[in-house]
């Protein structure tokens, strides 16, 4: 079955700690997207990418950095730099190109939590 | 200024209401927009697409207005279990279409 696949579903993470997570997609979409989301707030961009070995930040990309060095994945890596990182995180592909349809398909989430 | 704006809500409706949600993008060279819909704690999911004629899909009718840059969504006939939250969403072209996500309008129907 194509489609997008975030692991793990639940990390915890220790204060200092970076950790990664995986997003993996079957689609051949070119255009991949993370997303955080806090308790009763909408979604917020950290990063996309268009292309593969591109990436682009989003609104609020610090502490965070990702990779595209493969077309089907794109790990989001969590730092100890980002001070708040207990959120849902959702990623996201889209086909991304010209004059297609682009509505996006995302994965069931990573919830993380800082203990 | 925000690329996608929405209203947050919360939209407290009964149940048989009509409600409407509003959209405003800021990019004049958008050129894809959709209305996603957010169950509590899940991921979104593609509610329906907008097009400039407008388009309807059973009590859902998704409207655009290129000249004003919103989008808007109406529910007719509004059930307890379109409770969620209804998420703009608009793409643009930029050697690469980018997708971004308005932080969404909660809705609640009760009995």
């Known amino acids: 079955d194509g489609g997008i696949t975030q692991s793990p579903k639940y990390l915890f993470r220790k204060e200092g700690q970076n950790v990664t997570l995986s997003c993996e997609q079957n689609l051949n979409h070119d255009a991949m997207y993370w997303y955080r989301q806090d308790p009763g707030q909408g979604l917020r961009l950290i990063y996309y990418s268009q292309i593969v070995n591109d990436f682009q930040k989003g609104d609020i990309a610090e502490g965070y950095s990702v990779s595209r060095e493969k077309k089907e994945s794109f790990p989001l890596t969590v730092t100890s730099a980002q001070k708040n990182p207990t959120a849902f995180y959702l990623c996201?592909?889209?086909?991304?190109?010209?004059?297609?349809?682009?509505?996006?398909?995302f994965g069931h989430g990573t919830r993380l939590t800082v203990v | 200024r925000k690329e996608v704006e929405q209203d947050p809500g919360p939209f407290n409706v009964p149940e048989g209401a009509t409600v409407a949600f509003n959209c405003t993008y800021s990019n004049s060279a958008s050129q894809s927009f959709f209305w996603y819909r957010q169950d509590c704690r899940k991921e979104p999911k593609l509610l329906m697409s907008?097009?400039?004629s407008g388009n309807e899909d059973g009590r859902f009718t998704a409207q655009l207005n290129r000249a004003s840059q919103y989008i808007s969504l109406l529910i007719r006939d509004s059930k307890l279990s379109d409770s969620a939250t209804y998420l703009c969403v608009v793409s643009h072209y930029t050697g690469g279409f980018k997708t971004i996500f308005g932080a969404g309008t909660r809705l609640f129907v009760k009995a």
């Open positions: 996201a592909s889209s086909i991304g190109q010209a004059y297609s349809n682009t509505d996006a398909f």
């Open positions: 907008v097009y400039s």
